[in-house]
């Protein structure tokens, strides 16, 4: 079992920057890849980012390539979302997801735990 916790949203101006961390309970953490959701009013939860176990291999939605980042700290069972250059259209609740061997989820939302979720709001 593994929890996850997520931190960093809040209300910011566009063309500006967030950074999301997601921290996660127990020993297994660099052994699950992990991925970033969100989640606007009215739509479905979309894929944002994912990182591999390793951190060798990430993987970006379209909408957020060149102004996202992801990337992970195992040592501190941690992973980042750095935002950069923020629009409007990012504004969401945020979600951190673990996605357990052997790994099906990748971009797709069938990661095997979630966290509560972080509330990105970009003004324009």
């Known amino acids: 079992q593994v929890q996850l916790v997520e931190s960093g949203g809040g209300l910011v101006q566009a063309g500006g920057s967030l950074r999301l961390s997601c921290a996660a309970s127990?020993?297994?953490?660099?052994?699950?890849?992990m991925g970033w959701f969100r989640q606007a009013p009215g739509k479905e939860r979309e894929f944002v980012a994912a990182?591999?176990?390793?951190?060798?291999?990430?993987y970006y939605a379209d909408s957020v390539k060149g102004r996202f980042t992801i990337s992970r700290e195992n040592g501190k069972n941690t992973v980042h979302l750095q935002m950069n250059s923020l629009k409007p259209e990012d504004t969401a609740v945020y979600y951190c997801?673990?996605?357990?061997?052997?790994?099906?989820?990748?971009?797709?939302?069938?990661?095997?735990?979630w966290g509560q979720g972080t509330q990105v709001t970009v003004s324009s």
């Open positions: 997801a673990a996605d357990a061997p052997p790994y099906t989820a990748a971009t797709r939302p069938w990661y095997d735990y």
């Open positions: 127990g020993r297994t953490f660099s052994t699950y890849n």
């Open positions: 990182i591999s176990w390793g951190g060798g291999t990430t």
